[in-house]
T-cell receptor
Framework: NAGVTQTPKFQVLKTGQSMTLQCAQDMNHNSMYWYRQDPGMGLRLIYYSASEGTTDKGEVPNGYNVSRLNKREFSLRLESAAPSQTSVYFC?????????????FGPGTRLTVL | EDQVTQSPEALRLQEGESSSLNCSYTVSGLRGLFWYRQDPGKGPEFLFTLYSAGEEKEKERLKATLTKKESFLHITAPKPEDSATYLCAVRSRDDKIIFGKGTRLHILP
């Protein structure tokens, strides 16, 4: 049981390049989330998916796209990276009502855009 | 619009000096309020979930309480290892989960 996995752990891009951040969970959770974290800003919600086949914008969706490929996987794509997207990206999943009712987080991806 | 505001932004305490962190929220149909701890360079670590006004939960030196508009994280007789950023989050009826900016807590030995 790996929980939430993210790839890659680190990435350096040049302005204008594209990339996809991958996320997978093996807990059979319905909901998945992408956040970015900048110094002093807490976690800001980019997009979320409340169930397989649905996606919704969060607080800071501009410049990003997402795909809920199946129940396990939720990817985040940067089509044309900008220096303002330099951040740490966390993927999370949530199983709904139940014990703890907590979100489970991946280890994070540190992205630098030059 | 759903919103989470945490105060203070930063707090320095002497070891053993008790205090409280505040989390004010507005949300459409609260389905849970969460407290997390985050150490530098790591992901958030789950502490508590609260569901309804009047609910309280405790874990070691930490106690979380909830009212209809805010939550408090009380820290009793803190130790240096309690130093971290504490994050508050709320889950709305459409399963959106948003966070506040956090409180950076530093406990001096």
């Amino acid at each position: 049981n790996a929980g939430v996995t993210q790839t890659p752990k680190f990435q350096v891009l040049k302005t204008g390049q594209s990339m996809t951040l991958q996320c997978a969970q093996d807990m059979n959770h319905n909901s998945m989330y992408w956040y970015r974290q900048d110094p002093g800003m807490g976690l800001r919600l980019i997009y979320y998916s409340a169930s397989e086949g649905t996606t919704d914008k969060g607080e800071v969706p501009n410049g990003y796209n997402v795909s809920r490929l199946n129940k396990r996987e939720f990817s985040l794509r940067l089509e044309s990276a900008a220096p303002s997207q330099t951040s740490v990206y966390f993927c999370a999943s949530h199983g709904g009502a139940g014990v703890g009712n907590e979100q489970f987080f991946g280890p994070g991806t540190r992205l630098t855009v030059l | 619009e759903d919103q989470v505001t945490q105060s203070p932004e930063a707090l320095r305490l002497q070891e053993g000096e008790s205090s409280s962190l505040n989390c004010s929220y507005t949300v459409s149909g609260l389905r849970g309020l969460f407290w997390y701890r985050q150490d530098p360079g790591k992901g958030p670590e789950f502490l508590f979930t609260l569901y309804s006004a009047g609910e309280e939960k405790e874990k070691e030196r930490l106690k979380a309480t909830l009212t209809k508009k805010e939550s408090f994280l009380h820290i009793t007789a803190p130790k240096p290892e309690d130093s971290a950023t504490y994050l508050c989050a709320v889950r709305s009826r459409d399963d959106k989960i948003i966070f506040g900016k956090g409180t950076r807590l530093h406990i001096l030995p």
